[in-house]
């Protein structure tokens, strides 16, 4: 017995894009003794004590989002 037939479009209006930007760039800011990261995207770290941990927050975050 198959006489269900409920076939909805998914998404009404198709594409669904956000305002993020194509790039994502990280920054790393000192300030004072911390060090931030952060990204275009509006991404940011916490602060750290060294530079390299944000760095490496950076790599991450690119490494997530495919870089
Ligand atoms: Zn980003």
């Known amino acids: 017995m198959k ?5 909805r479009p998914e998404a ?3 594409t669904t894009r956000t305002d993020h930007p194509a790039e994502h760039r990280v ?7 911390f ?5 275009d995207c509006g991404w940011f770290a ?4 060294s530079r ?5 927050d950076a ?5 997530e989002h495919g870089g």
């Not at 916490?46 to 004590?49: D, L, M, N, V």
């Not at 390299?52 to 490496?56: A, C, E, F």
């Not at 790599?59 to 490494?63: G, Q, R, S, V, Y």
């Open 12 to 14: 009404p209006g198709g």
């Open 27 to 33: 920054e790393v800011t000192e300030r004072g003794s």
């Open 46 to 49: 916490p602060g750290r004590r």
């Open 52 to 56: 390299d941990k944000s760095r490496r």
């Open 35 to 39: 060090s931030f990261a952060r990204c």
């Open 3 to 7: 006489d269900v037939a409920d076939q």
């Open 59 to 63: 790599a991450e975050h690119l490494a």
